[in-house]
């Protein structure tokens, strides 16, 4: 590559995303280059990478290729994250129809339970009187 015209084929942020790209673009076949941009590395002696961004060079008659490489990547990372997100958003749907219908079930059978046995109650007919005894109409004394 030392004879090559070097094309720059992306900017990265930092050193992990270019180093990320290169990956991919080695992958492919495509000789890549890393030069620090804006290096701010003098500052903190001993960090690792770059503080500043990272140029992705490429030879130039690859630069097409590269692009289209890094294009691909892009696209199936924009599709992996929105089968992800449907994913999560149709497991987040059946939990609230989950807990609503466990919450429907769970009221509906409670009245029933209390109306029946106040019902029972008072079909029977049956109090307390002053004496404590229980009795049909018992009058108090």
Known sequence: MAHMKLERVTTSADSVAAAVV?????????????????????????????????????????????????????????????????????????TAETSAAAGDGAQGRTPARRGTSGSHRAASGSRRTASGSRGRGDAVD
């Open 22 to 94: 290169k990956g991919l673009l080695e992958e492919a076949g495509i000789p890549v280059l890393l030069r620090a941009y804006q290096s701010a590395g003098w500052l903190f002696p001993g960090t690792p990478g770059s503080l500043g961004a990272m140029e992705v060079l490429v030879p130039g008659e690859r630069l097409k290729q590269a692009r289209r490489v890094l294009a691909q990547a892009e696209a199936a990372a924009a599709e992996a994250a929105a089968a992800e997100a449907s994913v999560a958003a149709g497991a987040a749907a059946t």
